[in-house]
């Protein structure tokens, strides 16, 4: 069999942050196969000798409106990609999956790719609140490419699961977890370092409790409940590292705060710096809310990438959140709709140190399974059973 080719959808403006889609392609590299990225021609890029780029406008004319923009450059990746006749076409998820399959309607030859809908996201879950006819026709649609689709993916057993449910399927869809690469030991002078850093944010000296929030700052994860914590908790101390796309919000926030002194925003940092910070922290708050059932059923990265940095955990209540929590004993949970429930949380890490350097332990136990060397092995075997499939 000659070299299988792999294409990867990926519509997205910052190729360097997708690091799920870089995670997959680094699998289907690994299987030998010759794999491609077709990406936006703007945004961050990285640099590797396992796959090559495709670069291709989102906007080829300038003064078209928008909707009408994305058909027109749909139909352009679609064409682009038939011609690198692949064997595999692995879409990000709707709108990569309608390239992937318009692509497969322009080849010209009469073998057509096999086809993976990779989803991130529960997008069912993120309708509960729209319109019914939206949710219908949404429905319908995901529905559909589920059902053509050769291997479709979710990001975890509580959003495999209702997928099922809602389209009343006989499979269900493949379970592969977003889960990072297993960290390194962080060094003790690096830590050292970062939490000099961190502390250095405040004023006053002393000794502090760091709880840190990191990720997007966005609606949804508790941010104004925290700083409500460190109002009602005068020994914490409370750190934002991160970025936002309104700034002013969140800074805002924090200055209108009676505990503005005990609050600070650290810039976004390298993903490959972000450990030593995540480390520094005493506590990491994974409190998402309930915005809908996408919210609920999350399995957050920044819970994942605290059990890496071995960092203690305050997590919602929520199915996939407090499995991880409870299975492997590393942290608490509580209600994110309850701001008395965060505060005691937060208050019974201060006042425990003995079970959060248990929870550090056992953290260390936890993040050699809960590593992409490991879930990468689960997409591995599919992938393989894909390239079975193909003559």
Same mark, same amino acid.
């Given at each position: 069999?000659?070299?299988?080719?792999?294409?990867?959808?990926?519509?997205?403006?910052?190729?360097?942050?997708?690091?799920?889609?870089?995670?997959?392609?680094?699998?289907?590299?690994?299987?030998?196969?010759?794999?491609?990225?077709?990406?936006?021609?703007?945004?961050?890029?990285?640099?590797?000798?396992?796959?090559?780029?495709?670069?291709?406008?989102?906007?080829?004319?300038?003064?078209?409106?928008?909707?009408?923009?994305?058909?027109?450059?749909?139909?352009?990746?679609?064409?682009?990609?038939?011609?690198?006749?692949?064997?595999?076409?692995?879409?990000?998820?709707?709108?990569?999956?309608? /390239?992937? !399959?318009?692509?497969?309607?322009? @080849?010209?030859?009469?073998?057509?790719?096999? $086809? +993976?809908?990779? #989803?991130?996201?529960?997008?069912?879950?993120?309708?509960?609140?729209?319109?019914?006819?939206?949710?219908?026709?949404?429905?319908?649609?995901?529905?559909?490419?589920?059902?053509?689709?050769?291997?479709?993916?979710?990001?975890?057993?509580?959003?495999?699961?209702?997928?099922?449910?809602?389209?009343?399927?006989?499979?269900?869809?493949?379970?592969?977890?977003?889960?990072?690469?297993?960290?390194?030991?962080?060094?003790?002078?690096?830590?050292?370092?970062?939490?000099?850093?961190?502390?250095?944010?405040?004023?006053?000296?002393?000794?502090?409790? /760091?709880? !840190?929030?990191?990720?997007?700052? @966005?609606?949804?994860?508790?941010?104004?409940? $925290? +700083?409500?914590? #460190?109002?009602?908790?005068?020994?914490?101390?409370?750190?934002?590292?991160?970025?936002?796309?309104?700034?002013?919000?969140?800074?805002?926030?924090?200055?209108?705060?009676?505990?503005?002194?005990?609050?600070?925003?650290?810039?976004?940092?390298?993903?490959?710096?972000?450990?030593?910070?995540?480390?520094?922290?005493?506590?990491?708050?994974?409190?998402?809310?309930?915005?809908?059932?996408?919210?609920?059923?999350?399995?957050?990265?920044?819970?994942?990438?605290?059990?890496?940095?071995?960092?203690?955990?305050?997590?919602?209540?929520?199915?996939? /959140?407090?499995?991880?929590?409870?299975?492997?004993?590393?942290?608490?949970?509580?209600?994110?709709?309850?701001?008395?429930?965060?505060?005691?949380?937060?208050?019974?890490?201060?006042?425990?140190?003995?079970?959060?350097?248990?929870?550090?332990?056992?953290?260390?136990?936890?993040?050699?399974?809960?590593?992409?060397?490991?879930?990468?092995?689960?997409?591995?075997?599919?992938?393989?059973?894909?390239?079975?499939?193909?003559?």
């Amino acid at each position: 069999m000659s070299q299988i080719k792999f294409v990867k959808v990926a519509y997205v403006h910052d190729w360097l942050y997708a690091n799920r889609d870089r995670r997959e392609v680094d699998v289907a590299a690994g299987l030998g196969w010759d794999v491609t990225v077709v990406k936006p021609d703007t945004g961050k890029d990285d640099e590797s000798d396992r796959y090559g780029f495709l670069k291709l406008p989102t906007k080829p004319h300038k003064k078209w409106p928008n909707k009408l923009n994305q058909i027109s450059a749909g139909i352009r990746w679609a064409k682009e990609i038939a011609k690198l006749e692949p064997d595999i076409i692995s879409g990000h998820n709707l709108i990569g999956m309608y /390239i992937a !399959m318009l692509s497969n309607k322009k @080849r010209k030859d009469k073998n057509k790719a096999r $086809l +993976v809908y990779d #989803a991130h996201e529960y997008l069912m879950g993120q309708l509960v609140r729209s319109n019914a006819l939206k949710r219908k026709f949404s429905g319908a649609i995901e529905k559909y490419v589920i059902k053509h689709s050769d291997l479709p993916m979710f990001v975890n057993d509580s959003i495999c699961d209702a997928v099922q449910k809602d389209y009343k399927l006989n499979e269900r869809p493949l379970c592969v977890r977003n889960l990072p690469y297993l960290a390194p030991e962080i060094p003790e002078d690096v830590k050292a370092q970062a939490r000099k850093e961190l502390e250095d944010l405040f004023g006053d000296k002393g000794e502090k409790f /760091i709880v !840190m929030f990191h990720g997007q700052f @966005r609606s949804g994860c508790s941010m104004e409940k $925290l +700083v409500k914590a #460190a109002e009602a908790i005068p020994s914490m101390y409370l750190v934002f590292l991160g970025y936002a796309t309104n700034p002013d919000y969140y800074e805002n926030l924090i200055k209108s705060s009676p505990a503005h002194a005990r609050i600070a925003i650290h810039g976004a940092v390298p993903q490959k710096e972000l450990w030593k910070y995540i480390a520094a922290a005493d506590v990491e708050a994974v409190i998402i809310e309930n915005k809908n059932a996408s919210y609920y059923y999350s399995l957050p990265n920044k819970l994942l990438e605290s059990v890496q940095a071995l960092t203690p955990v305050i997590g919602s209540n929520y199915p996939e /959140i407090k499995a991880v929590i409870e299975k492997h004993n590393v942290g608490i949970t509580c209600t994110p709709e309850d701001q008395d429930s965060i505060n005691k949380s937060i208050e019974y890490m201060i006042a425990n140190r003995d079970f959060m350097d248990q929870c550090r332990i056992n953290c260390a136990s936890a993040k050699k399974e809960l590593c992409w060397e490991n879930e990468s092995k689960i997409l591995g075997e599919a992938f393989k059973g894909l390239e079975d499939k193909i003559g």
